[in-house]
């Protein structure tokens, strides 16, 4: 499945970004979809996760201040980014693949699609 996300740029501290995840592929509703970031010089890692049954995940670092969810009519996913900090900088990626499992959600090697990254940048 092709992945475009959007939605990234510059924002201040503890200011808010809703980022979205949107493809043409009728059978999104099945998938599992997920967001990773990555910042410079460091490991992609996941930030959220939402499943084809709705179950939830998320890094400890952004729970209560980021929200995943979905709308399969638009067959989009979106990340709402709220109370952002400078150390959530990093280029963040959308992925989805119809066959992960709760227990490896978290790990990009669950994940065949990638889309193509949005940079957010928080300014201290």
């Known amino acids: 499945v092709q992945l475009q996300a959007s939605g990234g740029g510059l924002v201040q501290a503890g200011g808010s970004l809703r980022l979205s995840c949107a493809t043409s592929?009728?059978?999104?509703?099945?998938?599992?979809v997920a967001w990773f970031r990555q910042a410079p010089g460091k490991e992609r890692e996941f930030v959220a996760g939402?499943?084809?049954?709705?179950?939830?995940s998320y890094a400890d670092s952004v729970k209560g201040r980021f929200t995943i969810s979905r709308d399969n009519a638009r067959n989009t996913v979106y990340l709402q980014m709220n109370s952002l900090k400078p150390e959530d900088t990093a280029v963040y990626y959308c992925?989805?693949?119809?066959?992960?499992?709760?227990?490896?959600?978290?790990?990009?090697?669950?994940?065949?699609?990638w889309g193509q990254g949005t940079l957010v940048t928080v300014s201290s």
């Open positions: 992925a989805a693949d119809q066959n992960v499992i709760l227990s490896n959600i978290r790990s990009t090697r669950a994940y065949d699609d």
């Open positions: 592929e009728h059978t999104f509703r099945g998938y599992t």
């Open positions: 939402i499943r084809w049954n709705s179950a939830l």
